[in-house]
């Protein structure tokens, strides 16, 4: 049940990204019922991975938790005046409107009850046989390894890696 546990645990964190970038994600998709909150977390995360990888590359930062912490506070700035500027040109409409809090929730429940669903599957055959997982490792534990980018190839020693490791990264 371990599984459960640490699958909840990275839920509870894809959520409260998602509630960061929320501002964000509302002035980009103004337009849809749930102001694009499904999107949030997509956002979060290509943005802090991005900017991770971005500023790593410059070897302004080191690819650190600390560095993370840090962007996500920068990211929790730059929402909170987003919000402010929301709230402040926000005008009341007239009509009826559904309740984007309700929407959000059965939002966020069709997510978990299939990100679950999804743990359960992979879970049930979790071994590293088969096509480029290896070489998905490899790249991983490269990534997990460099303090700036590109990270060193685990291949070929003393070279970086020579392919795209974004995805791997994120």
Partial sequence: MLWITTSLYWYLFLVILGLIFLPLT???FF???DFGYPFSKTIAILGLSYLMFFLGFLKILPFHQYSLFLLLIGFVIINFFILRLINKNQEKKDGEQINPIILIITEEFLFVVSFIFWVFVRGQEPSIRGLEKFM???????????KHFPPLDMWLSGHSINYYYFGHLT
């Fill in 26 to 28: 509302k002035k980009i």
């Fill in 31 to 33: 337009n849809f019922f």
């Fill in 136 to 146: 998905d490792f490899g790249f991983i534990n490269s990534i997990l390894r460099a």
